[in-house]
Every structure is written in structure tokens, then in C-alpha cells.
């Protein structure tokens, strides 16, 4: 629509809209005036408000109306369309950023690394690094990418220069092993002081991550080992934690070569777990500490003791037939509702020199797994049995072509076939000749297997100092291993708090990113825990998927120029949610980020 006004009607028009604008401010208690402002030859209006600042009268601009021809035009809009939109990544982002608020991630970071007032500080550097873990890993090369498209563009603005994967290793080399250790006791303090996290019952266990590092590449740490994953062509970094049965809150970590077993490791992280124990100690005076039966040796355990904790561990049922062999019409039922298919033998044995209350529980469920874990793999032996059936025929065949198969090399391919936890002990291969013919039976010894179930599976056994905690509290503590458990799996996700992929090859850059990727598992931690006390129970993932539906939208409309010229008027508002994400919205207090 097209506007032709003379111009007695267009200072009309003009003077009614501002005094509109200006009743509103009275209504609202806002003591306002139109107040005319001539720049470069050019005359603006404003709408202004006089304050008293340090005891003298200011104005203070609460609105700026630009050229009378450019608020008509604003004013006259008929559809108040907006011309484009934009969308920005909020509710996942916006929750961590809360929590690592609360935090204090980078006040803690940047109290111990010394760095001048320039750019961004490294404690920034390291939250967005860990930010960019919990929701959506990429390369530090790929991280602008990722992060102009969320809300932390406005939370905290950056260049894209400065977020260069050549500034995020310069501020990564500021952070050496002692100084990631320091920074680790710190944000421990704050979780004790500030969170209140229960210390009564810590879990340790470590785990490997693969890496993509050439073999030619120089590395303490990256090493061919046992691989969690199976990938043995791969080299692997070992990664230890301490963490709380309370939401499995990291408290220590540990880089270490992946070619370590266990009970070095363990040795290794010794002085390391001495140091939190006397942290721990001035709000905690009994620590137990639970770990798998992998790290245990006397040395081990003598040094556990000497340091202050106490322990629950597991033991090696082959190096124990004794009690495995005790009969189950010893074993008690347990009331607790959490062990009801379990069932318990409780007595005393000398164990690394030492008299130790032992446990030894036998469930149901285990049972169940381990005897469909076998039907399983006798399956895949029956497939491999038949495969070596044809190839001996074959092999026997006239004119048949190749090296035929000796009783010798025949046994060894029986035995591997019949190798395997378990299988070993209840799968018989014989091999019979006659005449110069080779042949062999394979089948399975259901007594063997009737004694495995009765003395072996569904079974474990518990060894504590704890001599005064009941059967059930023991065995609870054990099955507490499953949060850091969860810790390592949610670690091994691709989607949410990834390690991996790890994008470095040098010993002292792993080290922190393994470091961002615990900030990043502690803030996804707090999230889930403040979640849970609210009565909101649902695993990270959940949490998270539910907040990232939750985007910014910025609807930009037209300033009403002729010449286009100028900044387009912004409208912020979040897309539509769920009653539960609106609840999640207001136990993050998500709100308070929204532009306004």
C-alpha cells in the first residue's frame, strides 16, 4: 500500500503514534518525554527519561525512534511479518552453561592457570571444549561451526578467529599434567563444599579409548594393548577414575599407557588417590573404597590400607575353589527388596596375609546371562565343528589338493575350537583313526555342565575389611560398580559427553582433552542429579535429547528503510514445548538466558 500524505497529515500521523508510545510509559509509571535529536544534519527522535546518576539529573534513552519517516513507516506496517528467522541450538546448551555457572568451571580453571588479560581466558577455551563434548563432538577445527549455530554465540561472543584450532592449542599448552591435578582437587572442593556430594562409598575403575594415532607417532600414552573395543589394530589410552556412588561425579582421573594391566595401573595411581583421601578425610572420616578384583594384589591392598580407606573388592573364583564348592543349601536369602534373586554365603578367610570377611553370592539373573552366554557360544562352536567336518573329508578326498590334516594339527584345531570361558570345561573332542582315515566326534559333557552350574555360575566373591557393614550393605557396595560403569559407557557414546573421537597425537594434548571431556561428564552429571532431586529420574541422554529440542528462534523483521540500510529488529522467543521440557525449562532456569 502506497502513502501519500501532505505534510500537515504526515506530522499528524507522526505526533499521534509518539504520544501513543509515550501514554504507554505513563501507564507503566515510566516518566518519559519525546525529545527531538539533530545529527550530521539529520533529525532523530527519542524517548527519554530523566534519572538522577551520582546525585546529578541524566537522560537516559529508553528508546530510540530514528527519522520521523522511518518511524511512520514502522508504524503503518500492515502484516507485521517478520521478513526472515533465524535458529540457534538453546536448551542443552543453556542448561550446562547454568550448570557450569554453578560450577564455577572457568573461575576455578583460570585461578590456577596464569594467563594475561587477552581474548578469551582458558578456563573459556576448556568450557567450550567441554560444552561441545556433551552435545555434539568435533574437531577444535570444527568447533566455530558448532558454535554459531547455538545460543552460546550470545552467552559469549567470540571470533571465529579466536576460536582457531591454533588458539585452542596455545591455551591447551598451559595445561601440563600437575596442572590439570590442581585444577581436579579444585572443582573436588567444589563439589564437596558447595554440592555436598557423599563421599561415604567411592568407586575406581579405569577403561581405554582407541585412537587413530599412525604407529610411527611418539607417545607415552597411546600403546597397543587389550582393547576394550576388540580393535587390536588400533592403539589405546588407558583413562582411570575415582568417582561418587552420588551420580558417578568424576573426583580423579588418571591418563595412563594403554599397555598397562590393571594392577599397575593401580600401583601407578596410588600417591594420586593418597592425596584425595586427605581431602576427602576433613569431611569424611570412613571412605570405602569399591574396585574390581582386576587391581587387587597384595601390594595393592597393603597400600589401600596404609593410605586410609577401606575397601570392597572381588576375588578370583579360580584361585578359591574352596568356597565355591561350599554347598547351596548354606546359603541365606536376603531381605532387601534389591537382592531378591540373590542369595548369600557369609564367612571369614586369610586373604593377602590377613583374616578378611568374605561374601559369596550366587543370583539368578547372572546365572540365567551366563547359561544363555554358553548355549550362545556352543552355537558358534557347532558351526565351527561342522566347517572342520567338511574340510577333513575334503582333505581326504583322492587327488585332493593341499596338506592333509595329521592327528597332531587335527587336536590343534579340536582344542581351539573347544577353547573359551566355560566352554573348555564342558565340550570333549576325540579323534579316532582308522586305517590312515582321520575323524572326530565333539559333544558336550552335561555332568561337567551340571557341576559348573551347581559350583561356578551365577557366583561371585566379596572381600571387605568392612567387618562390621551386614551381608546386604556389602553386596550393595559392590553392585554400586555399575555407576562408574555407566560413567565409561556414556564416555564411549557418540551422541552425548564423547571421548572419542580424540582429535591430538601428542602425550601432553590427550591429557587435556581427556580432562575437557571430565569436565564435560561432570556437568552432564550435575544436570542429571539436580534433575533426579527434583523427581524429574532420567538417564543423561534423555536429558539431554529433551533440552536440545528446546532452539532459540530470533524472527527478524524489516526497519521500515528505503535504502535497506540499518540493523533489522530482532524477536526473540523458544520454540514450542513439551509440559516436560517446560519443567526442565524452569529447573534449569532457562529462562534467565532468553534475550529480552
Known sequence: MQYKLNKISYIYVFFTRALDILLFCVYTDIMATLQKKTSRGHTYWQIVESKRVNGKPRPIVLLHLGTAETLLKRLLQSDGKPIKARTYDFGAVAALWNVAQELDVVGTIDRVVKKRKQGLSCGQYILLAALNRCVAATSKAS????????????????SERQLSSQRFWDHMNYLDAP?????????????????NIDLKTLLFDATNFDTYIDTQTESALVQRGHAKSKRTDLRILGLALLVSTDFHLPLLSMC????????????????????????FAETCDHITLVFDGGNTSADNIAAIKEQGYHFVTS????????????????????????????QAFRTSKEVWGTTRCVVITRNQKLLEGQIAGII????????????????LFRSQQPKAKGKKYTP????????????????????????????????????????????????????????????????????????????????????????????SPGFHWTDQKLR?????????????????????????VHTIPSLLGQLSEIEEIVNLYSTGSDTGRGRLRAEYLLSERSPLQEKLCRLFDLHRLTHT
Open 256 to 279: 595412563y599407557p594403554g599397555n598397562h594391566n590393571d594392577p599397575t595401573m593401580f600401583k601407578s595411581v596410588a600417591q594420586s588417590l593418597a592425596a584425595r583421601y586427605h581431602q
Open 143 to 158: 568447533l566455530y561451526g558448532w558454535y554459531k549455530k547455538t545460543v552460546l554465540q550470545r552467552l559469549l561472543p567470540v
Open 512 to 536: 587435556v582433552h581427556a580432562f575437557s571431556c571430565i569436565i564435560a561428564l561432570m556437568l552432564c552429571s550435575l544436570l542429571q542429579r539436580k534433575a533426579d532431586h527434583a523427581g524429574l
Open 315 to 342: 576375588l578370583t573364583t579360580t584361585y578359591h575353589q574352596d568356597l565355591l564348592a561350599i554347598p547351596l543349601d548354606h546359603y541365606q536369602s536376603l531381605t532387601n527388596p534389591r537382592l531378591k534373586e540373590c
Open 376 to 391: 550362545q557360544g556352543l552355537q558358534r562352536k557347532w558351526a565351527a565343528v561342522s566347517e572342520l567336518k567338511q574340510k
Open 408 to 499: 597332531l594339527s587335527l587336536r590343534k584345531k579340536l582344542d581351539d575350537i573347544c577353547s573359551g570361558q566355560y566352554i573348555k570345561d564342558i565340550l570333549v573332542a576325540e579323534i579316532t583313526d582308522r586305517d590312515g582315515t582321520l575323524d572326530f566326534t565333539v559333544k558336550v559333557d552335561h555332568a561337567s555342565f551340571d557341576h559348573l552350574i551347581a559350583t561356578r555360575l551365577g557366583k561371585r566373591i566379596l572381600c571387605t575389611d568392612n567387618d562390621h557393614w551386614t551381608t546386604e550393605e556389602i553386596i550393595l557396595a559392590s553392585r554400586a560398580q555399575h555407576h562408574i560403569e555407566s560413567a565409561f559407557k556414556q564416555m564411549k557414546s557418540p551422541h552425548w559427553v564423547s571421548f
Open 179 to 195: 596442572t590439570i591435578a590442581h585444577i581436579e582437587e579444585a572443582f573436588t572442593q567444589r563439589l564437596i563444599d558447595h554440592f
